[in-house]
């Protein structure tokens, strides 16, 4: 068995049991294991494998959730594992998503020596980019804004030739009408 950072793929065969990763600081470990089977003429042998999984996990594993919905979207758009238009929605709902529940798990993680304030300023000073993403998330989560004016963001259109789709987010003011919202590429944002 062969032990491992899922975050960086450090090997941490040498690193002892609740020790962070010495590379990122991760807490989680990833584990490899190859097995052979045996026959024997009137028996057979079955098996278990049991993952631990850290209870308190840091920021980084919802890194690695971010990294991992990103490839999907980004295999998408090129044709890749796409079914139809609904899987790559799918997948923007649950990237922007994560994208947005990382801004609390950066100021819960001790680790980091983020303040709650200093991540929500940072989300406050890219209206374009991450506040887009919150204003998704939220919006997808509660359906409606609170606040007339807050931010709406939902997938505008889906597009899909033989290389994928490709899918547009439409942003803007919610008491305006969604014809006025401006437009931007999922990928893009992401």
């Keep these: 068995m062969i032990m491992f950072c899922p975050d960086c793929m450090l090997n941490l065969d040498d690193v002892p049991t ?12 990833g584990a490899q294991i190859s097995g052979s089977a045996a026959l024997a003429a009137a028996s057979a042998m079955t098996g278990t494998i049991r993952i631990g999984y850290n209870q308190e996990p840091g920021w980084t594993y919802q890194w690695g ?7 999907r979207l980004r295999e998408q ?44 300023t940072h989300v406050h000073n890219h209206p374009a980019s991450l506040g887009v993403c919150r204003a998704y998330a939220n919006t997808f989560k509660h359906m409606k804004r609170d606040r007339p004016a807050q931010t709406v963001a939902r997938i505008a259109s889906s597009e899909g030739d033989r290389n994928g789709p490709k899918i547009t987010i439409g942003h803007g003011p919610g008491n305006q009408p969604p014809a006025s919202y401006a437009r931007t590429d999922a990928l893009d944002l992401a």
């Design 18 to 29: 609740g020790d962070p990763c010495p590379r990122c600081g991760g807490r989680r470990r």
């Design 77 to 120: 758009y090129q044709g890749i594992n796409t079914r139809d238009n609904i899987h790559a929605e799918e997948t923007v709902h649950a990237l922007f998503l994560a994208l947005t529940h990382l801004a609390d798990w950066l100021h819960q993680d001790q680790a980091t020596g983020l303040t709650k304030a200093t991540v929500d």
């Design 65 to 71: 959730i971010i990294q991992r919905h990103l490839a």
